[in-house]
């Protein structure tokens, strides 16, 4: 879940009163200069006060499309009557576009998983790498109602079923893990059995998915301290108010990585560390669409192609390897 606002059609709200979660708050809000998390910041556009905290999901993870497929035969020959600009396969995404998942800020370089898996797209449907566009979209623009100026939006965005009653999603491009950071030489490094899991004090971002999963599979003995950012989470990680957060793999793994200064001591030196990660709920990264494109049916079947032949196994090796290679804990 990369850079993004939230809004009240991301999530469901609940009362703070909940026994199993306690707002925290705390002025270090922006964060650290030069250093862009790629946090998941909430606007409730003054709909949603202090008194209420946003909830997802995990059961919203389910396959985004069940219909029957087309062949890719049948696709291209008609792609050209649903695309966006006839003959062109116009692809979005935001900017910065981040390493692994494009290369150099450069989508149309077909470096990295999602500049791959777009390209891989193409070729499926008979699009010539050439015929491929590349357009700027926000990512909390992606998910917005309305018109859309593209085919489809490749940008790590979940799927979830709140964002689906005004968006359409493909089938899933990437199954996401959530996974522990914690301080590196804290005891949960080594000791994170299920029961074991369950004492420590968890902190985590208001209305993330990192949030649902300690509550709803986690299911903590203390009260996680909920956020307004990802960089107060990490703030409170750092003075060791928290034992530590869930975030999805590649963030967390971004997180913990020396370069994001996200995590450090008094000398600027990394101290996080990404424990494991845990088996898929079934949350993945969808492409997006207009609701209703009738374009969705070739790309799932060109999705489901790419799982069959390899492809997608293949682009996944060699640009998230990273992340696949991250040691899975049980909950």
């Not at 450069?106 to 590349?134: D, H, Q, R």
């Not at 963030?251 to 996200?262: F, H, K």
């Amino acid at each position: 879940m990369r850079s993004v606002i939230a809004t009240v059609t991301d999530i469901f709200i609940r009362n703070v009163t909940k026994p199993s979660v306690t707002l925290a708050l705390t002025t270090t809000t922006q964060l650290r200069e030069g250093k862009p998390m790629r946090n998941l910041r909430l606007t409730l556009a003054g709909l949603v006060t202090f008194a209420t905290v946003g909830t997802v999901s995990l059961s919203a993870g389910l396959s985004a499309n069940a219909a029957p497929l087309p062949t890719l035969a049948s696709c291209k020959t008609s792609i050209n009557a649903d695309e966006y600009a006839k003959g062109k396969l116009t692809v979005a995404t935001d900017t910065p576009a981040y390493t692994p998942w494009f290369v150099n800020n450069t989508p149309s370089n077909g470096k990295g998983y999602e500049s791959g898996v777009a390209y891989a797209i193409a070729k499926e449907l008979g699009v010539k790498k050439s015929n491929v566009v590349w357009v700027h979209e926000p990512f909390n623009a992606s998910f917005e109602p309305g018109n859309k100026h593209f085919d489809f939006d490749i940008n790590e965005i979940s799927y979830t079923s709140a964002r689906a009653q005004v968006v359409t999603f493909s089938n899933s491009y990437y199954d996401v893990q959530q996974s522990i950071i914690a301080l590196k030489d804290s005891k949960i490094v080594k000791d994170h059995t299920p029961a074991i899991l369950r004492t420590y004090q968890y902190g985590d971002q208001i209305g993330t998915t990192g949030l649902a999963y300690i509550d709803q599979v986690l299911k903590p003995t203390k009260s996680p301290r909920v956020f307004n950012s990802l960089a107060d989470a990490a703030s409170a990680l750092e003075t060791h108010q928290i034992d530590a957060i869930v975030l999805d793999t590649p963030d967390g793994q971004y997180m913990a990585s020396s370069g994001s200064g996200e995590v450090v001591n008094s000398k600027g030196k990394n101290i996080a560390i990404q424990v494991g990660q845990f088996p898929s709920t079934g949350e993945h990264y969808g492409l997006l669409f207009q609701k209703g494109n009738k374009l969705v049916g070739c790309v799932n079947a060109a999705i489901a192609a790419m799982k069959s032949n390899g492809t997608l196994a293949t682009l996944q090796a060699k640009w998230l390897s990273i992340y696949t290679s991250v040691p899975v804990i049980e909950p």
